[in-house]
């Protein structure tokens, strides 16, 4: 049986990916206030497009919205952050998903 094997996409289309990824997540950081629904709907997609072009998020884009229901994370109004024993604690206050983050020199 032969293993699949997936090429990686043209730079070009990459490259285009993210800028799109880009500008759905400030886009959605723009509209959390007034319209979260919306937000949350720009994060669904930036991740299906870092999927379909089997990208990585960079950390802190990744950090920026929860994994579960894909809401905008805003420390306060749409998640709860604890500080507990060298590692951040972030609760989704839609769905209750909780995400522990190890702290290190550079995090915080």
């Known amino acids: 049986m032969k293993t699949r094997v997936s ?3 043209p730079r070009w289309q990459q490259e285009t990916a993210k800028e799109r990824i ?3 997540f400030s886009s959605a950081e723009r509209e959390f ?3 979260p ?4 709907r720009y994060m669904e997609l930036a991740s299906r497009i870092a999927m379909r072009y089997n990208m990585r998020l960079p950390q802190n884009l990744k950090r920026r919205f929860c994994k579960e229901c ?3 994370l805003v420390p306060g109004a ?12 972030m609760t989704c206050s839609s769905c209750g998903h909780v ?5 290190g020199r550079g995090d915080k």
Do not use: E, F, H, P
């Open 37 to 40: 629904d919306r937000s949350r």
């Open 70 to 72: 894909y809401m905008y």
């Open 22 to 24: 880009n500008i759905l």
């Open 99 to 103: 995400t522990r983050y190890v702290i």
């Open 78 to 89: 749409s998640c709860r952050v604890r500080l507990i024993g060298g590692s951040k604690i």
């Open 7 to 9: 090429k990686a996409k």
């Open 33 to 35: 206030r007034q319209r």
